[in-house]
């Protein structure tokens, strides 16, 4: 059964730093890209937010115009983990976390929630000021 499991939320002060981690296991990820979203307090699933995305390959990445430049998506060797490094946190960051698969071939990224094949179960986020 394919499963994505996060991993590396926590509670962290304004200007702070965190990587979350997100395993796929159960099924062959192959041409998947790999993102992540997140979903604000009070908010539906609806409105989760994206905020990064990488290909299956590693060579593109995309990010939300929020987190460019403070947040950085990189996949790891055997490509069945994908890290998602927040630097310089702000409170408006606080969210649950989620990483998401989409079949979009090899070269692709995701940014729009109907497109994920796959969701994680989230890990939260809590960036005090």
């Known amino acids: 059964q394919a499963q994505l499991v996060e991993s590396g939320g926590g509670l962290v002060q304004a200007g702070g730093s965190l990587r979350l981690s997100c395993t796929a296991s159960?099924?062959?990820?192959?041409?998947?890209?790999m993102s992540w979203f997140r979903q604000g307090p009070g908010q539906e699933r609806e409105e989760r937010e994206f905020v990064a995305s990488i290909s299956w390959n590693g060579g593109n990445t995309y990010y939300a115009d929020s987190v460019k430049g403070r947040f950085a998506i990189s996949r790891g060797s055997a490509k069945t983990t994908v890290y998602l490094q927040m630097n310089s946190l702000k409170p408006e960051d606080t969210a649950v976390y989620y990483c998401a698969a989409s079949a979009v071939g090899p070269d692709g990224v995701a940014v729009v929630t109907t497109l994920m094949d796959y969701w994680g179960q989230g890990t939260q986020v809590t960036v005090s000021s």
């Open positions: 159960g099924r062959t990820f192959s041409g998947y890209a």
